[in-house]
């Protein structure tokens, strides 16, 4: 084959096809698994008609007008996270741990002074601090025969509709082209072993979180009726580096012999949504919730590069090229959120609590003022539906010792998929709390499947990820 050689010139503009931002990453930042103490991650966080606790300022504020003391919580958190991922038969696994602070906050109980059979306001509270809602710490490694297509399979197709050398692009074709993978034949576009025949192996690693500030005030009404507000100002990292891998393993190919594709991005930005709710308690026993969040208005940087690397039988040839450093600016709306509540105390026995969360993920939306999404959001609003999520919780008091449990389902966003996403997490705890201190542990472990597509799905069958996350927890609390 006549390869030709060619000395593209790089340009400075960034073509926007080789943006990351897609309905996956709106879909990344706008799921938000709520977290915070370990008391209410061991009950499943199940704490919308509760409170009492300073997680419930990111789920129901109401919650906050139930406290009658003042206190400051802080969670210090292991989380091990482990993938187990099947492709083309092959079954490859990996790990990794993480230690943050899943919690750190502050609430003010204030009374209201007023003679005591006189109905009405008891006390407004103030609460703020942070939570940790989402972990993005996770390792994975994929690896087997493919023999169906290449990368390159999906780098020629990408050409094709380039069109022209002097358009391709910098992060994929453009490398392709400059490493001798992508090359052209009597003015069209080709490359080795388009119908696979290759070994390829991908290890991803990324790390981040979303942390959300929370600014709260709550109020109670005789004990009857406790209304909260916060302001959540949720601030997002995530970073993903990615290394592709492809080799002709059984020598089919008189040229081509491996490729090594790297991805690197970083996802940075902030955002605020605002968050309303209410309790009441017709009897001692029963405690009725609910709660509103408006969408989230979060404002988005991604940075990102990409390298190639070459292993060719040519005597002559250039075997590395790198992209320019990228950026672009966005703007993500995730969906808004309903939450309806059930709590049921049997005096100082314990207690039992159930929430449902409605979350419609159709609703997502991407905007740019550089950059029209009305393709990325056409595939959200085909691709997503609404998300029914349940958490349950109970709680045993044994004296000195609180015994807790929980159970939480978040339901498939996708409209179709084999594995697609649900998510389960069964948790447990154990607490001691006397009047000026309080400690607690929970142990949470979460589980799911999820297919990933290496490039294309049109020439690649998924990969079948496996995750679990082992979360443990410990929240130091002191009443003022």
């Known amino acids: 084959m006549k390869r030709i050689a060619f000395a593209m010139i790089a340009t400075l503009i960034i073509s926007l096809p080789a943006l990351s931002q897609n309905e996956n990453d709106a879909f990344r930042y706008s799921f938000m698994k709520p977290g915070g103490t370990a008391r209410f991650t061991s009950m499943g966080g199940a704490f919308g008609a509760l409170g009492g606790d300073f997680s419930s300022l990111s789920t129901n504020p109401a919650g906050l007008a139930i406290f009658r003391s003042s206190e400051i919580t802080f969670t210090p958190t292991l989380d091990f996270a482990l993938v187990e991922s099947t492709y083309y038969g092959s079954t490859q696994d990996d790990m990794k741990y993480n230690f943050n602070f899943n919690n750190l906050g502050v609430v003010f109980a204030i009374p209201i002074t007023r003679p005591i059979d006189q109905p009405g306001w008891k006390s407004v509270n ?29 780098f ?12 391709l692009d910098d992060f994929s074709t453009g490398l392709a082209w400059d490493t001798w993978l992508l090359y052209q034949v009597n003015g069209q576009f080709a490359v080795d072993m388009p119908n696979g025949g290759v070994l390829q192996r991908q290890e991803t690693n990324s790390s981040g979180s979303i942390r959300e500030f929370v600014l709260s005030v709550g109020a109670n009404y005789n004990d009857f009726l406790f209304l909260g507000a916060t302001l959540g100002l949720p601030s997002v990292r995530y970073e993903e580096s990615s290394v592709f891998v492809e080799t002709d393993r059984d020598n089919n190919n ?3 012999k491996s490729l090594t594709y790297t991805n690197k991005f970083i996802t940075s930005g902030s955002g605020f949504n605002l968050k309303v709710g209410a309790i009441i308690r017709p009897t001692d026993m029963v405690r009725l919730g609910v709660a509103v969040h408006t969408p989230t208005f979060f404002k988005l940087k991604d940075e990102y590069n990409a390298i190639m690397r070459s292993s060719l039988n040519l005597s002559d040839y250039t075997n590395y090229s790198s992209s320019p450093n990228g950026w672009f600016r ?4 995730t969906p808004l959120k309903a939450i309806g509540s059930l709590g049921l105390v049997f005096g100082t026995a314990g207690l039992v609590s159930f929430d449902y969360e409605y979350v419609d993920y159709t609703r997502m939306r991407l905007r740019s003022d550089d950059y029209i999404f009305s393709s990325e959001n056409n595939i959200i609003r085909e691709n997503f539906t609404a998300q029914h999520n ?11 010792l609180v015994l807790r449990g929980g159970y939480a389902f978040y339901s498939s966003p996708y409209k179709t998929g084999v594995n697609d996403g649900q998510q389960s997490v069964v948790s447990a705890g154990i607490g001691i709390r006397e009047k000026h201190y309080f400690i607690d542990f929970a142990y949470a472990y979460t589980f799911f499947r999820e297919d990933y597509y290496l490039y294309s799905a049109q020439f690649v069958n998924p990969v079948d990820n496996q995750y679990s996350l082992s979360r443990f ?6 009443r003022f």
């Open 390 to 400: 349940l958490r349950l919780g109970g709680e045993l008091r044994v004296d000195p």
């Open 473 to 478: 927890m410990l929240t130091l609390g002191f």
């Open 254 to 256: 008189s040229i081509f």
């Open 330 to 333: 966005y703007e993500l709306n």
């Open 126 to 154: 103030f609460g703020f601090g942070i939570n940790r809602h989402n972990n993005f710490n996770q390792r994975w490694v994929a690896e087997g025969f493919n023999p169906q297509s290449s990368l390159m399979t999906d």
């Open 156 to 167: 020629l197709n990408q050409a094709i509709g380039e069109g022209s050398i002097s358009n």
